[in-house]
């Protein structure tokens, strides 16, 4: 049972180069998620999708697209890379959004944009 | 709009020693609360979280937090830790559901010999 799946776990861009982040899980989850991890800040939400199909905004959704064509995959994009989207990326998975289920995360992608 | 503070950044600890761990959080309505340990190299794993009833919740590897509603806390405590407990802590909060939830900055706990 592999649960969340990222792909790349690293990766170096330039800066302006796009790229796109893979999250993949085959719990049959619902909702996705995907975060950003910064020092001094934990986590902040960029975007989620509460379907296939559907997507929405988070907290900080600026210089970030997302889709969600299949239920079990959610790709986040960068389509210009700025040395501020330096961080760590994390997406989870649940069932619902309700707090009665359980979240679980990915081991996170480490992308430095030079 | 809720938020959560973790005051402390590290807490070194001695080896079998107790350990607390911060939270406090600040929201105008009922909130859920968590605590997540992040492991060197992983992903967050729930550890535990308050929903309603009991204010004492025990949680995985014999942690557990006390929530307090008169001051705003949830605090997270192990009697004991052990080298492996050395990992990252995050404390989060929402009100609705988890498109809510709001993470705190983390504390590192290290657990030396």
């Known amino acids: 049972n592999a649960g969340v799946t990222q792909t790349p776990k690293f990766r170096v861009l330039k800066t302006g180069q796009s790229m796109t982040l893979l999250c993949a899980q085959d719990?049959?989850?619902?909702?996705m998620y995907w975060y950003r991890q910064d020092p001094g800040m934990g986590l902040r939400l960029i975007h989620y999708?509460?379907?296939?199909?559907?997507?929405a905004k988070g907290e900080v959704p600026d210089g970030y697209n997302v889709s969600r064509l299949k239920k079990q995959n959610f790709l986040l994009g960068l389509e210009s890379a700025a040395p501020s989207q330096t961080s760590v990326y994390f997406c989870?998975?649940?069932?619902?959004?309700?707090?009665?289920?359980?979240?679980?995360f990915g081991q996170g992608t480490r992308l430095t944009v030079v | 709009a809720q938020s959560v503070t973790q005051l402390d950044s590290q807490v070194p600890v001695f080896e079998e020693a107790p350990v607390e761990l911060r939270c406090n959080y600040s929201?105008?309505?009922?909130?859920?609360l968590f605590w997540y340990v992040q492991y060197p190299n992983q992903g967050l794993q729930l550890l535990l979280k308050?929903?309603?009833?009991?204010?004492l919740v025990k949680g995985i590897n014999g942690f557990e937090a006390e929530f307090n509603k008169s001051q705003t806390s949830f605090h997270l405590r192990k009697p004991s830790v052990h080298i492996s407990d050395t990992a990252e802590y995050f404390c989060?909060?929402?009100?609705?559901?988890?498109?809510?939830?709001?993470f705190g900055t983390g504390t590192r706990l290290l657990v030396s010999p």
């Open positions: 308050y929903l309603s009833g009991s204010t």
């Open positions: 999708s509460v379907g296939e199909g559907t997507t």
């Open positions: 989870a998975s649940s069932q619902g959004g309700d707090v009665n289920t359980e979240a679980f």
């Open positions: 719990m049959n989850h619902e909702y």
């Open positions: 929201s105008s309505v009922s909130v859920y």
């Open positions: 989060a909060v929402t009100t609705l559901g988890f498109q809510k939830l709001v």
